[in-house]
């Protein structure tokens, strides 16, 4: 059983929204942006109705769910909006040619709608659709007729929106998840912007094959954003002071296949900085102390040894059946990101070097953390260094200048203009984000005499 579920798990289709996979919801066109599990229990709360999200699991992304009144009470049903979205358009453009409305004469008094919230309710307790709702209230209207057909649309998709909103199942990937974390929690992500994020992905170079080192202080989401550019290849490593690793759940809305999960590497300074032929005594001595301290690190260790001394004696004695099942079971466990960095491969970083760097720390000074993991970094590699201010990326590029650290030193602050693409009116949007950081970038320099780290 357990060697079928991991096949599953591995030949998913990830265009198609499985039970236990992680989801975002769009609301009413991006209204309300909410992440979500999809088990057969996972609800969703629009207004004051909770609807099971059952009828998600088996969709494609990018469907669109309707909310209606089942038999069993407020379910989400699946739409088809192909030929309903073409004869909108083909009444989008009739409107536009034949236009010869305004809306200098339309009096806002409050007068205009003649169904009242009373009648709407009855409309609910009779079965009525919100579609249905939303065209009474539409037929009501003394002053919908007067109106031009841009007004007119978005008095629909205002109505529409309250009676009967639309949800649209997303994939998160590294912009939907960006994107949703600035708009509703920006402070968790430092305020990196999805545009910021594209930057330093760019002036890193991560490609295939690459060892990437990132010290991510905002929840997980750059060191996800570099495992899914890597897409399986090479090796992610997510370095840390002290014994604490700083969390990455965000990695976990990403739904990365089990190959990718293993590419996702931990490894404190402590260990990093260390000779590259440690003896196992000191190896030892490194691992109990970051055990005491981090107390799962001490739960895996005692697994891992349970394991070995498990499979040994079942090698060398067939007595007990449930010694099989927890040999098998360890063994088809399924990787998680963020595990323990294997000795070859760390050996492998301590001669070669990371092919690029990434910071995003917010809360650290940027200087005293450049100048502990630069030299990790190979030479003549790509590092990019992002920051919410400007001073400490100042700061920072003047003392690698002074050192000789680096070359193609550049200040880049990210600019964005959001456009509202409509027929006759695009614009840019009236509320955008200011400032979405700034970006310090550059490439290693050897000059035989760095400071010590």
């Known amino acids: 059983m357990l060697t079928a579920k991991q096949e599953d798990n591995s030949t998913q289709n990830r265009r198609i929204a499985w039970e236990g996979c992680s989801v975002l919801l769009d609301i009413n066109d991006g209204d309300r942006l909410v992440f979500s599990r999809l088990t057969a229990g996972s609800?969703?709360?629009?207004?004051?109705?909770?609807?099971?999200?059952?009828?998600?699991?088996?969709?494609?992304?990018?469907?669109?769910?309707?909310?209606?009144?089942?038999?069993?009470?407020?379910?989400?049903?699946?739409?088809?909006?192909?030929?309903?979205?073409?004869?909108?358009?083909?009444?989008?453009?009739?409107?536009?040619?034949?236009?010869?409305?305004?809306?200098?004469?339309?009096?806002?008094?409050?007068?205009?709608?003649?169904?009242?919230?009373?009648?709407?309710?009855?409309?609910?307790?009779?079965?009525?659709?919100?579609?249905?709702?939303?065209e009474a209230l539409i037929a009501n209207s003394a002053t919908f007729e007067n109106k031009t057909s841009f007004s007119q649309e978005k008095y629909r998709l205002k109505k529409q929106k309250k009676y009967a909103p639309k949800v649209i199942l997303r994939r998160p990937f590294a912009r939907s998840i960006c994107d949703t974390y600035f708009k509703k929690y920006p402070a968790r992500i430092g305020f990196l912007r999805v545009d910021t994020l594209s930057l330093l992905l760019s002036f890193a170079n991560v490609m295939a094959q690459s060892d990437v080192l990132v010290v991510d202080m905002i929840g997980g989401l750059l060191t996800g954003a570099v495992a899914e550019r890597l897409g399986g290849t090479g090796y992610v490593c997510n370095t840390y002071r002290g014994d604490i690793p700083h969390s990455i759940e965000i990695v976990r809305i990403f739904n990365f296949s089990d190959e990718i999960n293993r590419r996702i590497l931990r490894l404190p300074l402590v260990e990093l900085s260390g000779p590259a032929n440690v003896d196992s005594k000191e190896l030892s001595v490194l691992q109990s102390a970051s055990s005491v301290d981090n107390p799962s690190n001490q739960s895996d260790v005692n697994l891992d040894k349970l394991f070995v001394q498990e499979s040994l004696s079942f090698h060398s004695t067939s007595q007990h059946v449930s010694m099989e099942e927890t040999v098998t079971t360890k063994v088809l466990k399924a990787p998680k990101p963020g595990e323990k960095a294997p000795g070859d491969v760390i050996k492998l970083w301590k001669e070669n070097g990371f092919s690029s760097l990434i910071i995003a720390a917010p809360d650290m000074d940027a200087w005293s953390i450049v100048k502990e993991v630069l030299p990790f970094l190979s030479f003549s590699a790509p590092f990019a260094i992002y920051h919410q201010y400007l001073q400490p990326l100042a700061t920072c590029m003047h003392n690698l200048q002074v050192n000789k650290m680096a070359i193609g030193l550049q200040i880049t602050e990210p600019w964005l203009r959001e456009y509202q693409v409509l027929p006759s009116r695009t614009h840019p949007h009236m509320q955008m984000s200011a400032c979405g950081g700034y970006i310090l970038s550059g490439t290693k320099l050897y000059n035989g005499n760095q400071p010590d780290k």
Do not use: H
């Open 43 to 134: 609800i969703v709360k629009i207004g004051n109705k909770n609807y099971p999200l059952q009828p998600l699991i088996g969709c494609p992304f990018g469907s669109v769910f309707q909310v209606e009144n089942g038999i069993n009470g407020p379910c989400l049903s699946r739409v088809n909006l192909s030929a309903q979205a073409n004869n909108t358009e083909d009444k989008k453009e009739c409107a536009i040619k034949d236009e010869s409305r305004d809306n200098r004469a339309l009096i806002d008094n409050n007068t205009a709608q003649t169904l009242t919230g009373e009648d709407i309710e009855g409309l609910r307790r009779q079965g009525a659709s919100g579609n249905e709702i939303v």
